[in-house]
Structure formats: structure tokens, C-alpha cells
């Protein structure tokens, strides 16, 4: 996994490119979440916009990311190398058609029956009025009413990313979720003063946003040659294509449900376990995205159509080159970042989110969840990777066991611990069911005799036991010299972006500092590998 490759450039590129607008979108996503907690703090109003928001994501990740990444994207890719227009056209709109017959039927089923959804997750024993309306419940049901076409227009923007990363074009779907943050914040301070609460603003926001994620990726979807058409839902369903999409989503559609469920019933116990603790997860949630959308969903996107094209081809040598580069880029990034946000995990979530609405109360519970997500930064990245390595061979069964397998840890693990250790147990739950889920990744994968698992287990290892110890070295500077540091900006200013920020960014300034050395002092070859990147583009 750690040994050099002379295609490994060509993935850093790509994935950089696609990682700086990421990263744009990431940031702004984190801003939504500090409007949501400057608005809404951990109130109950917050815990109903965040159910609210969940329901039509569960889906999404069902009919867009899930089906997409799993099944379009290789069958497409098929069509591309056959270099047939027409048949092309053909499957294209037939997908089209399909996607938009059954996202349509699962909006209206969403709007008439989220009533009975929403009644798990123990918001409607609160019946205090709250801004105007009956109840927390009454409100979440409105909002997820008025938020549910947002899985359509999402699910289209999904084809149309499929679509373009198929034809190698990554920008405009790093693109479209930058609009859809700057809609919502938009929505946030602009609105709200002719809404009954903030909440309302941001769902305007969230499905403003949505559609303009589709509308932007529709220009170049046409620019880079694509045409299709709507058909008769028969005529799609019959579509050899189609057919072989649906065959491969078949098994997936288990797998995602299973994912899915872990979500609702993380939410379940969160709701029940006290105010303010769906809102506390999903707030420390937002920040481990933060960090895995900087470089492993990047990689990902790019890294699919590669692999796809590589098995297609049968490439191996090529396959597995591509696959360890990609491994050892987002350990040589997720490592450190988890060993110094442990140790400022409680500055960072002051500094980004304490304000009116997000005391001390919600800080402590935010970084409660946190301290218990973060060692699972790694390992879900490295699923982000893993898993795009079977799509790519049409395998949709082995990622489908994996997370079911895993899945079921976390929830026995999420109910056994969410008593004793409230939200920070759900937290638990979810990393170890996540280091499970790429144990068995591994395994799985190692059971195709072309993919070089077995041989690469063991530099592996040894090369995450080296950022591990050097990220623990890089933070014993910062964890010394922190309550100083603190102390000093809190007596300059109360302001959290002097007070916090300040120290944050020295102290984040050091550990780089240290652990660049370390890795430059050791000849690492990813280090050169990224730096290389950086000087080209230059």
C-alpha cells in the first residue's frame, strides 16, 4: 500500500482539484451548522429541524448516493467504452425515467405517512407550544412535509454527477453542494424575520439549494455530450441496462436499508435519551464530515470511474496501485487529524459554535459525541475507499454483508451503551461498528486473488503505527502549552474568534510543524508524493 507508483500523481491531481472545491463546500457546511446553533442552539426546535432534515437524507443516500456510486457509474461506464451513442442515449434516459418514477412515488409516500416516522423518535411526548405552533412534533412534521421534494431534486443531481464523473468531469459536482450551503445560510438571516421560527428559513434554504444542486450540473451534463429524453416507465424497466443496474442495486438496497436503519435508530435512542442530544451528534457529525470531505469522499468520486475502467480492462497491476495510493493518502490525512482534534476537540466546538443559542450546556454535550467520533475518522474514510474498490467490479454483495455485519454491532453496542454514556455511547457505537465494517471490508476484498490485500496488510499497518506515533509526538507541544495559550487570549478578549481562534490556529500551526518534520525527516513518500502535487500546481 505504501510503495511508490507512477499513477498515484494522476490520482493526487484529480482529487485535489475536486478537493479544493470539497473543502469550499465542507467549510460552508460547517458555517450552516454554526448559523444552525447560533438560530437554534441544542433546543428542541433544533432537535425537530435536525429530524426534519434526516428523514429525506435517509432516502437520498437509498435512491442517489447508494444507487449511483453502486451500479450507474460502472454500467455506464460499460456504455462509454462501447462507444455507442444511441445505446448510450438509450440508457441514460431510461435511468432518467426510473429514477424519477420511483423518487416521485417515494415523496408523496414521505408527505402523507411522516406522522407515523416521526412518532419514533420520542419528540411527540413534548407538547409545549414553541414559536407559534401546537407542539415540537406538530413543527417537525411540517418541516419534514416541506422538506421532503428536497430527496427529488437531490436524487436528480446525484444522476447528473454520476453522469459527469463518468466522463472524468468532477467540478460541477463539487460545485452544486457549495450553492446549497450558501442558499441555506442565505435563507437563515434573510428569512427568518418573516418566518414563525429559524427553522422554517433554513428549510426554505435546504430545498432552494437542492434544486439549484441539479439545475447547475445540468449545463455541462449537455455541454460534455450526454442527451437523453424521458420514456414510458415500461419501456425503462426493460432497458438491458437498466435491468443490470437494478440487479446490482438489488443486493444494495438491503445493505443501504441496513445503513439507514442504523441512522433512524441512532436517532431513536438519541431522542429519547434528552433534549438536545440529536442535535449534539449531528453538530459533532458535521465536524467529522468536515474533515472527511477534505480528501476521502474526493478521492472516492475520483477513484471510482478509475477502478471501474481498470477492472473492466484487466488492468490489476493498475487496479492495485491505484487502490493502495489512494489508502495511504487518506492515512497520511485522517491520522493526525484525529490526534490533534482529540486533543482541541473542546476549542474547536467553542470556537465554531458557542454563541447565543449554544452555551455551555451544548459544547459539553457536543464534545462529549465528538471525543467518541473521532477515532473512527480514519476507518470511515478508509470505507469511503474501500468500498468503491467492489463496486468497481460490479460486487455489490461483499460491501452489502460488511455493512450489515457491522451494522448490527452498532446498534447492539448503540442500546447497550446509550444508558450509561447518553449521546457519547451512540458516538462509541458507530466508531467500533465503522473499524469492524473495514476490517471486513479487507477480508472481503483479499478473496479476489487479483487485489494485492494479503501483501499489503503488513507495510500498512506498520505505516499507520508511524503517523500514529509521530501525530502523538506533534501533539505533546500542543497539549503543554494549550492552557497557557488559553488563558492568555481569554484575559485579551472575550470574543470566540480571538479567544479561540487564535489559539487554535497557533497551536494547529505547530503540530503541523512537527509532524511535516517528522515526516520529512523520514523520507515519507506520500509527503513527497503531496508536495509534488502542490509544487505542479504551483
Same mark, same amino acid.
Given at each position: !500500500?505504501?510503495?511508490?507508483?507512477?499513477?498515484?500523481?494522476?490520482?493526487?491531481?484529480?482529487?485535489?482539484?475536486?478537493?479544493?472545491?470539497?473543502?469550499?463546500?465542507?467549510?460552508?457546511?460547517?458555517?450552516?451548522?454554526?448559523?444552525?446553533?447560533?438560530?437554534?442552539?441544542?433546543?428542541?426546535?433544533?432537535?425537530?429541524?435536525?429530524?426534519?432534515?434526516?428523514?429525506?437524507?435517509?432516502?437520498?443516500?437509498?435512491?442517489?448516493?447508494?444507487?449511483?456510486?453502486?451500479?450507474?457509474?460502472?454500467?455506464?461506464?460499460?456504455?462509454?467504452?462501447?462507444?455507442?451513442?444511441?445505446?448510450?442515449?438509450?440508457?441514460?434516459?431510461?435511468?432518467?425515467?426510473?429514477?424519477?418514477?420511483?423518487?416521485?412515488?417515494?415523496?408523496?409516500?414521505?408527505?402523507?405517512?411522516?406522522?407515523?416516522?416521526?412518532?419514533?423518535?420520542?419528540?411527540?411526548?413534548?407538547?409545549?407550544?414553541?414559536?407559534?405552533?401546537?407542539?415540537?412534533?406538530?413543527?417537525?412534521?411540517?418541516?419534514?412535509?416541506?422538506?421532503?421534494?428536497?430527496?427529488?431534486?437531490?436524487?436528480?443531481?446525484?444522476?447528473?454527477?454520476? !453522469?459527469?464523473?463518468?466522463?472524468?468531469?468532477?467540478?460541477?459536482?463539487?460545485?452544486?453542494?457549495? &450553492?446549497?450551503?450558501?442558499?441555506?445560510?442565505?435563507? *437563515?438571516?434573510?428569512?427568518?424575520?418573516?418566518?414563525?421560527?429559524?427553522?422554517?428559513? !433554513?428549510?426554505?434554504?435546504?430545498?432552494?439549494?437542492?434544486?439549484?444542486?441539479?439545475?447547475?450540473?445540468?449545463?455541462?451534463?449537455?455541454?460534455? @455530450?450526454?442527451?437523453? *429524453?424521458?420514456?414510458?416507465?415500461?419501456?425503462?424497466?426493460?432497458?438491458?441496462?437498466?435491468?443490470?443496474?437494478?440487479? &446490482?442495486? @438489488?443486493?444494495?438496497?438491503?445493505?443501504?436499508?441496513?445503513?439507514?436503519?442504523?441512522?433512524?435508530?441512532?436517532?431513536?435512542?438519541?431522542?429519547?435519551? @434528552?433534549?438536545?442530544?440529536?442535535?449534539?451528534?449531528?453538530?459533532?457529525?458535521?465536524?467529522?464530515?468536515?474533515?472527511?470531505?477534505?480528501?476521502?469522499?474526493?478521492?472516492?468520486?475520483?477513484?471510482?470511474?478509475?477502478?471501474?475502467?481498470?477492472?473492466? &480492462?484487466?488492468?490489476?497491476?493498475?487496479?492495485?496501485?491505484?487502490?493502495?495510493?489512494?489508502?495511504?493518502?487518506?492515512?497520511?490525512?485522517?491520522?493526525?487529524?484525529?490526534?490533534?482534534?482529540?486533543?482541541?476537540?473542546?476549542?474547536?466546538?467553542?470556537?465554531?459554535?458557542?454563541?447565543?443559542?449554544?452555551?455551555?450546556?451544548?459544547? *459539553?454535550?457536543?464534545?462529549? *459525541?465528538?471525543?467518541?467520533?473521532?477515532?473512527?475518522?480514519?476507518?470511515?474514510?478508509?470505507?469511503?475507499?474501500?468500498?468503491?474498490?467492489?463496486?468497481?467490479?460490479?460486487?455489490?454483495?461483499?460491501?452489502?454483508?460488511?455493512?450489515?455485519?457491522?451494522?448490527?454491532?452498532?446498534?447492539?453496542?448503540?442500546?447497550?451503551?446509550?444508558?450509561?454514556?447518553?449521546?457519547?455511547?451512540?458516538?462509541?457505537?458507530?466508531?467500533?461498528?465503522?473499524?469492524?465494517?473495514?476490517?471486513?471490508?479487507?477480508?472481503?476484498?483479499?478473496?479476489?486473488?487479483?487485489?494485492?490485500?494479503?501483501?499489503?496488510?503488513?507495510?500498512?499497518?506498520?505505516?499507520?503505527?508511524?503517523?500514529?506515533?509521530?501525530?502523538?509526538?506533534?501533539?505533546?507541544?500542543?497539549?503543554?502549552?494549550?492552557?497557557?495559550?488559553? @488563558?492568555?487570549?481569554?484575559?485579551?478578549?472575550?470574543?470566540?474568534?480571538?479567544?479561540?481562534?487564535?489559539?487554535?490556529?497557533?497551536?494547529?500551526?505547530?503540530?503541523?510543524?512537527?509532524?511535516?518534520?517528522?515526516?520529512?525527516?523520514?523520507?515519507?513518500?506520500?509527503?513527497?508524493?503531496?508536495?509534488?502535487?502542490?509544487?505542479?500546481?504551483?
Amino acid at each position: !500500500m505504501s510503495e511508490p507508483c507512477v499513477a498515484k500523481p494522476s490520482l493526487l491531481r484529480s482529487g485535489t482539484a475536486l478537493s479544493l472545491l470539497t473543502m469550499a463546500s465542507r467549510v460552508l457546511g460547517l458555517f450552516r451548522e454554526m448559523t444552525k446553533a447560533a438560530f437554534l442552539g441544542t433546543s428542541a426546535l433544533s432537535d425537530a429541524f435536525s429530524v426534519a432534515f434526516l428523514i429525506p437524507n435517509l432516502f437520498r443516500r437509498l435512491f442517489a448516493e447508494g444507487s449511483i456510486a453502486v451500479a450507474f457509474i460502472p454500467t455506464l461506464k460499460e456504455h462509454l467504452l462501447e462507444d455507442d451513442r444511441e445505446k448510450t442515449k438509450e440508457f441514460v434516459s431510461c435511468m432518467i425515467t426510473v429514477l424519477t418514477f420511483f423518487v416521485s412515488l417515494a415523496v408523496i409516500a414521505g408527505i402523507i405517512l411522516c406522522p407515523l416516522l416521526i412518532r419514533f423518535f420520542g419528540l411527540e411526548i413534548d407538547e409545549t407550544p414553541l414559536s407559534g405552533v401546537t407542539s415540537v412534533f406538530d413543527e417537525t412534521v411540517f418541516l419534514t412535509r416541506f422538506m421532503f421534494p428536497f430527496l427529488a431534486f437531490i436524487s436528480i443531481a446525484a444522476l447528473f454527477q454520476g !453522469m459527469l464523473n463518468s466522463a472524468h468531469v468532477f467540478a460541477p459536482s463539487g460545485l452544486a453542494p457549495i &450553492l446549497l450551503n450558501l442558499v441555506t445560510i442565505a435563507a *437563515a438571516y434573510l428569512l427568518s424575520p418573516f418566518t414563525k421560527n429559524p427553522a422554517r428559513a !433554513m428549510a426554505i434554504g435546504i430545498l432552494s439549494g437542492g434544486f439549484l444542486e441539479a439545475a447547475i450540473q445540468f449545463p455541462f451534463v449537455l455541454k460534455t @455530450g450526454f442527451r437523453f *429524453a424521458v420514456t414510458g416507465i415500461c419501456r425503462a424497466l426493460k432497458n438491458p441496462g437498466t435491468r443490470k443496474v437494478l440487479r &446490482l442495486i @438489488g443486493p444494495t438496497i438491503i445493505g443501504m436499508a441496513a445503513y439507514q436503519l442504523n441512522d433512524l435508530v441512532s436517532t431513536v435512542l438519541a431522542g429519547n435519551a @434528552g433534549e438536545g442530544v440529536i442535535s449534539s451528534l449531528q453538530y459533532s457529525l458535521r465536524l467529522q464530515e468536515l474533515m472527511l470531505g477534505v480528501f476521502a469522499v474526493s478521492i472516492g468520486t475520483v477513484l471510482l470511474p478509475d477502478l471501474a475502467e481498470q477492472a473492466k &480492462l484487466g488492468r490489476w497491476d493498475l487496479y492495485n496501485k491505484r487502490l493502495g495510493g489512494a489508502m495511504d493518502i487518506i492515512a497520511i490525512i485522517s491520522v493526525p487529524i484525529t490526534f490533534f482534534f482529540l486533543a482541541q476537540g473542546d476549542t474547536l466546538i467553542r470556537f465554531l459554535f458557542q454563541t447565543r443559542s449554544f452555551d455551555d450546556v451544548s459544547v *459539553a454535550l457536543t464534545h462529549s *459525541a465528538f471525543v467518541y467520533h473521532m477515532p473512527g475518522l480514519f476507518f470511515i474514510a478508509l470505507n469511503r475507499i474501500l468500498a468503491p474498490a467492489f463496486y468497481a467490479q460490479s460486487d455489490t454483495r461483499s460491501p452489502v454483508l460488511a455493512g450489515i455485519l457491522s451494522f448490527a454491532l452498532n446498534m447492539i453496542l448503540a442500546v447497550l451503551l446509550v444508558g450509561p454514556m447518553s449521546g457519547s455511547g451512540i458516538a462509541l457505537a458507530l466508531t467500533v461498528g465503522s473499524t469492524a465494517n473495514t476490517a471486513l471490508l479487507l477480508v472481503f476484498l483479499g478473496r479476489n486473488p487479483n487485489i494485492a490485500v494479503g501483501r499489503a496488510l503488513g507495510p500498512a499497518f506498520r505505516y499507520v503505527l508511524k503517523l500514529a506515533a509521530f501525530s502523538v509526538a506533534a501533539a505533546v507541544p500542543v497539549v503543554v502549552f494549550s492552557p497557557g495559550l488559553n @488563558g492568555f487570549f481569554a484575559e485579551i478578549s472575550a470574543n470566540r474568534f480571538i479567544r479561540y481562534g487564535l489559539p487554535l490556529a497557533i497551536e494547529g500551526a505547530v503540530f503541523a510543524a512537527v509532524g511535516i518534520t517528522l515526516l520529512a525527516v523520514t523520507g515519507d513518500r506520500q509527503l513527497k508524493a503531496l508536495m509534488g502535487v502542490f509544487k505542479r500546481r504551483g
